[in-house]
């Protein structure tokens, strides 16, 4: 077999001849051993992002129907996730529904979630509580709780948060609230009653392609955060851009707040770029001279500040907060004032959902990029005078 980044050759015909060669996996079409893509690839159901699979040494499972014990290895999963953290290994696999309040502590780990699981609580506490951790979440939906998940650094101590393909909904506080570094990518934040996101004076935070929507309590004088409220305090980068931003609400004394605050304790800058503000606005607070947007849509009749804003009309497939994990959940479609009004000079090449970037004759705003319908090929002279044996049966559309 051919390894990747290995020098030897044969055939492999499993994955298990491919696992002296970085647990890669093996492609019995051309019998070598590739870096795998996704988790169903592997034999452990884990694909790190570097291409090579899990084993029972450095991902510890956790399943409705699994036991509690020392191991939490692939084939005995643990029923928690506190048990899974306890075995000390640096990765943690989540796999159904899951009824929890967790706690990290001091710990590096990364979570990974298969397709549809969720992790929620009925308690008024954190589904999930960070102190001082470097975490990444990914793939997992998190319901209920006082918040979603709440990271926090302690002065003098290092953590961060990592979030991709991430749902946190429903929470009856705010849905994110943090003041570690956070970087959140394809997420969608949606029903959480006291607001989205929050942040008291991160020193660094980007996020790009989410949607956060329908969040907030319109008649609770305590909701100050509508979608998100943003206040921070460092060398950053604090970056908001391609994120749909729809139907967000905020308590009666905060009508600008609906959508995203931008505030400051210190003077670092602060890009809010591409982005949709459908039936919401924004406040830049009193740090406007660092809180630059641009390039972002706004509802009709809304004041922009950005020489390249757009008003108009943001449409969406699918509004339905009754089922915020769907594929179409408040993706753009064709006709939108959103489609390529984003900057050219972005560094963002994909969407929410994979989708590269641009799919027009230009970036789209917001967390969704339109693909356009495939043209019609007209088909060559002999292939019009034949088409069944040009073509098949002369369909036009392949």
């Avoid at 029923?79 to 989540?94: E, H, M, Q, R």
């Avoid at 003077?267 to 972002?296: A, K, R, W």
């Avoid at 500040?305 to 497939?317: E, N, Q, S, V, Y």
Wanted: aromatic residues 6%; proline residues 5%.
């Amino acid at each position: 077999m051919c390894a990747v980044d290995v020098g030897s050759c044969g055939a492999c015909s499993t994955n298990q001849d491919c696992a002296p060669f970085q647990n890669t996996i093996c492609n019995s079409t051309s019998g070598s051993c590739e870096a795998c893509t996704a988790h169903a690839q592997c034999d452990s159901q884990v694909c790190f992002p570097d291409g090579t699979c899990g084993t029972d040494d450095n991902v510890a499972y956790v399943a409705p129907s699994g036991v509690d014990d020392q191991s939490c290895n692939h084939a005995t999963p643990c029923k928690t996730v506190t048990a899974a953290l306890a075995t000390g290994k640096p990765n943690v696999k989540l796999t159904g529904l899951l009824d929890e309040s967790v706690t990290i502590t001091d710990r590096i780990v990364d979570i990974y979630a298969d397709a549809g699981t969720r992790l929620s609580t009925s308690d008024n506490v954190a589904v999930i509580a960070i102190r001082n951790s470097t975490v990444t979440i990914s793939d997992l939906t998190i319901e209920h709780g006082l918040f979603g998940i709440d990271a926090e650094v302690d002065n003098g101590k290092v953590g961060s948060l990592t979030m991709d393909h991430v749902s946190v909904l429903n929470a009856s506080n705010v849905g994110l609230t943090f003041t570690s570094p956070v970087v959140v990518t394809g997420s969608v934040f949606a029903g959480n009653l006291a607001g989205g996101i929050k942040s008291q004076g991160a020193t660094s935070f980007v996020f790009q392609n989410n949607i956060i929507v329908a969040n907030g309590n319109a008649s609770d004088n305590n909701d100050t955060t509508g979608g998100m409220n943003l206040f921070f305090s460092g060398p950053g980068p604090y970056d908001i851009e391609f994120n749909t931003f729809a139907d967000n609400v905020a308590g009666p004394g905060f009508p600008k707040q609906t959508a995203l605050l931008c505030g400051t304790l210190a003077q670092p800058p602060m890009t809010i770029e591409n982005n949709i503000f459908s039936n919401n606005t924004v406040s830049l607070g009193t740090g406007i001279t660092v809180c630059v947007e641009d390039y972002n849509l706004f509802d009709n009749g809304t004041a922009v500040a950005g020489a390249h804003d757009r008003t108009g009309l943001a449409t969406f497939k699918n509004k339905n907060i009754a089922d915020p994990t769907a594929s179409d959940f408040y993706r753009t479609i064709a006709g939108s004032a959103a489609v390529d009004g984003g900057d050219a000079a972005t560094k963002v090449t994909t969407d929410i959902d994979g989708v590269s970037r641009p799919q027009g004759a230009g970036f789209d705003m917001g967390a969704s990029e339109v693909k356009p319908w495939p043209k019609r090929q007209t088909p060559r002279t002999s292939e019009a005078l034949e088409p069944t044996r040009a073509r098949g049966y002369g369909n036009s559309d392949e």
